[in-house]
């Protein structure tokens, strides 16, 4: 079958499947309050390209949202700012617990909307429906997890420390208005593991939709709205180029939190006019490598490259996008490679079984299509059978080798089904290939010399900031620090982390004396202050 073939009509769609209509969202979410919306709007093209009663293909539209206006981000902005009121606010200064009671009554109204994401999320990235379904368990599990790290981490400041005759309470206090910019690639997942823990700590939020990715959210503006307190949530649509430096430029963002580029992360901090008041939780750019030497079992690490390498298309910031293979075994392993890509199938993101779907990003097989020639022109070949075949959003995954320096998939992110293997034969071109890169986010290293694996972790763990031993790269679990170097990433997220990347610490302090012990303990006992307390979450 050839990949035109795979695309269907609507009608040959499984029906549990199909979208009962176009979503068309006619309103923004501001200032506490769905807003009906009356200017211009995005029509959403699906990455699914369907037939028509002719039988020609052409890209399914599956609805529209607001376009934005600069009026409306100004509403958007003032209203966060205006419910943060410079720390006075009813959400900033509320209990941890009343927080965290708000943050459970979401999670249950988000859960009862769960088959609309769950086929949004599918349909406008191209997602599997298996892997749409646990991007969003997995966002409610994370939700659980925040709120469960939370407890702990209040639970642990409720109580006094005295030092060198000073009583002290210290606790963790939110940092102000967050403008919160998710992928397109994990839009609910990625978009909430920022905005939660932003929002959890108390900060209130300015959310700009990834741009492929914007109508899932529309079965969630409702639960915001009766969740959260008035204009702790308002939602921001347009062209990022329009719409944000006018945030930034305001000055009265106090954090920006962005999953994507790092020259668009460079460009963005340099917009507002106090840099130093501007907190960047960022996940940038990464090139992450495998590095498979020759005592490697070469079956885990074909498999684990695999997966690696073409999970979601290859579409993800974690995902294995150069593979450094010992000159010894890069002739059997690309073999085997090969053939493995051979065993995956194409198709629809509903068909059983399916690993290569429709690419979310229009221009991107283009774009791959132009890396394979510019490597073919410089002495590499596509060694699988049908490597680099297009057809649309269809992209048959690629195998490059040898990939050198001076091509585009050397050091290119190519964020898709494009496999480039550079072959080496001393290890410390390998390592050398890791410190020359301008990103440093992981790497996966194949070897059963538990010598040559101490050898390689010391200088790659300066390098990069998570080491795959024998198992591909990956962010999970979600307790662990994901982050990266150079390029890659600032700020940390994880549970925990993350808690502490939206915050900052603060403290009251007091002079040891009897009459200030009464005063704090008539404060504690009378319920005087949400700051200063003892009470435990239970």
């Known amino acids: 079958m050839t990949l035109e073939q795979l695309f269907v009509s609507l009608s040959d769609i499984p029906s549990r499947h199909r979208l009962a209509e176009p979503i068309h969202q006619r309103s923004i979410l501001l200032d506490g309050a769905l807003q009906p919306w009356n200017g211009a709007n995005q029509p959403v093209l699906s990455p699914i390209w369907t037939r028509n009663h002719e039988g020609l293909l052409g890209p399914t539209e599956i609805g529209s949202y607001p376009k934005g206006s600069s009026e409306a981000t100004e509403a958007a902005l003032t209203a966060a700012v205006r419910a943060y009121a410079n720390g006075s606010g009813e959400w900033p200064t509320m209990t941890v617990a009343e927080r965290i009671a708000c943050m459970e009554r979401f999670t249950r109204q988000m859960l009862a909307r769960r088959n609309e994401i769950v086929s949004l999320i599918m349909w406008e990235v191209g997602k599997t429906f298996p892997d749409s379904e646990k991007e969003f368990d997995r966002t409610i599990v994370y939700i659980a997890a925040t709120i469960d790290a939370l407890k702990d981490l209040d639970n642990s400041s409720s109580r006094f420390v005295v030092a060198e005759g000073t009583i002290g309470q210290i606790r963790r206090t939110p940092l102000g208005v967050v403008l919160c910019m998710g992928p397109y690639n994990y839009p609910l997942n990625e978009t909430f593991a920022t905005l939660i823990p932003a929002l959890i700590m108390g900060n209130t939020i300015l959310l700009k939709p990834p741009r492929f990715g914007v109508l899932l959210f529309q079965p969630l503006l409702e639960a915001f709205s009766n969740s959260f307190p008035k204009g702790v949530v308002n939602t921001v649509y347009g062209n990022g180029a329009d719409v944000v430096p006018a945030l930034l430029g305001s000055g009265k963002v106090n954090v920006l939190t962005l999953i994507g580029s790092s020259k668009v992360a460079d460009h963005l901090k340099k917009l507002h006019p106090k840099v130093n008041r501007l907190r960047a939780i960022l996940g940038l750019d990464a090139k992450n490598a495998a590095i498979v030497m020759p005592d490697a079992d070469l079956e885990l690490a074909v498999r684990e490259c695999l997966l690696g390498a073409l999970s979601f298309n290859g579409q993800r910031c974690t995902a294995l996008k150069a593979l450094l293979v010992h000159s010894a075994i890069v002739d059997q392993f690309t073999h085997r490679l090969g053939e493995e890509i051979a065993k995956l199938k194409v198709g629809m993101p509903w068909d059983a079984g399916v690993t290569i779907t429709p690419l979310a990003e229009p221009g991107k097989a283009a774009y791959l299509a132009e890396c394979i020639r510019d490597a073919e022109a410089k002495g590499a070949r596509v060694v699988n059978p049908g490597g680099g075949s297009v057809c649309q959003s269809l992209f048959y995954p690629a195998l490059v080798c040898p990939v050198s320096a001076g091509m585009k998939l050397y050091r290119e992110e190519q964020f898709g089904p494009v496999i480039p293997v550079i072959p080496f034969d001393r290890i410390e071109v390998a390592l050398d290939y890791v410190a020359a890169a301008e990103n440093g986010q992981q790497v996966s290293i194949f070897s059963a010399n538990p010598e040559l694996i101490g050898r390689l972790v010391d200088p790659l763990v300066n390098q990069v900031c998570r080491v795959n031993i024998n198992c591909q790269c990956q962010r999970g679990p979600d307790v662990f620090p994901f982050t990266g170097r150079k390029d890659s990433a600032e700020g940390t997220l994880s549970v925990s982390d993350a808690l502490r990347s939206f ?36």
């Open 503 to 538: 915050s900052i610490r603060s403290m009251i302090a007091t002079k040891q004396t009897d009459a200030n012990k009464q005063l704090l303990g008539t404060i504690v006992k009378e319920h005087r202050s949400n700051f200063i307390n003892t009470g435990f979450i239970l």
